[in-house]
């Protein structure tokens, strides 16, 4: 099982992306999933995460404010809107899940991801 995140793209600095995390065959309702992301030469990255049945979401300090994680279970997807981005947010940005809640350091079901550009 992988989880396809997509939406990506080249924006310019302030404009928005909304990115989906979704996968087939598995149902997500009950998963923490958590987004991270990967800049160029930098290490990975958690941005958010929303926690299974509770809800309950986080953000990184760098994102927030800006980031709104939410899911939609009927699409079985998890989306992450992207508000005001910043060419430091360019970045492959990665969904997975993880059994040990928003906290968790094992997570898996990595997809390929989805490149984000911010650059005018």
């Known amino acids: 099982v992988q989880l396809q995140a997509s939406g990506g793209g080249l924006v310019q600095p302030g404009g928005s992306l909304r990115l989906s995390c979704t996968t087939s065959?598995?149902?997500?309702?009950?998963?923490?999933i958590g987004w991270f992301r990967q800049g160029p030469g930098k290490e990975r990255e958690g941005v958010s995460c929303?926690?299974?049945?509770?809800?309950?979401?986080r953000y990184a300090n760098s994102v927030k404010g800006r980031f709104t994680i939410s899911r939609d279970n009927a699409k079985n997807t998890v989306y992450l809107q992207m508000n005001s981005l910043q060419p430091a947010d360019t970045a492959v940005y990665y969904c997975?899940?993880?059994?040990?809640?928003?906290?968790?350091?094992?997570?898996?079901?990595w997809g390929q991801g989805t490149q984000v550009t911010v650059s005018s």
């Open positions: 929303i926690s299974g049945s509770a809800g309950s979401t």
């Open positions: 065959g598995v149902t997500l309702d009950l998963r923490h």
């Open positions: 997975a899940t993880s059994d040990e809640g928003c906290g968790g350091s094992s997570w898996y079901w």
